[in-house]
């Protein structure tokens, strides 16, 4: 499941990928327009311009603007950024590794196998997917 800073990331790029131009929006606006809390969106908005998809400009006709082409932020990009690895279990993880306690041998591990497959499934599409795609999607 998502959490809400992921969505409200999600929300707040959608929202900053359909500007013209990229003109730059300040917060008050973005989270007025997106009904997402303001004090939230500011540290989520940080976030985004400390990875290099967003960029901000300061005074009269400042706030955010994409950095980035919508069509290059991956929704795995996002994911992992604010809610963490895609996989369910730590043991099926590429960037979060855990072994499972539990466990005494992984390779033996129908569930791990299991997990490794859902995965490499559900990466396929969320790498593949991005922020485009969901602009295209509401359009």
Known sequence: MLSKK???AFHALTFLGKQPNNIPVVISEIANRTKL???FLETIL???K???ILGSKMGKGG???LIKQTKDISLAEIIRMFNGPI???PCASLNYYE???ECEDEAQCGLNKMLLKVREETLKILVNKTLFDII???E
Request: hydrophobic share 25%.
């Open 46 to 48: 940080l976030d985004l």
């Open 99 to 101: 072994p499972c306690e």
């Open 50 to 52: 400390k990875s290099g």
């Open 87 to 89: 996989a369910l279990l």
């Open 6 to 8: 992921t969505k409200y």
């Open 63 to 65: 706030g955010y603007y």
């Open 136 to 138: 295209s999607a509401e």
């Open 37 to 39: 809390p303001k004090k």
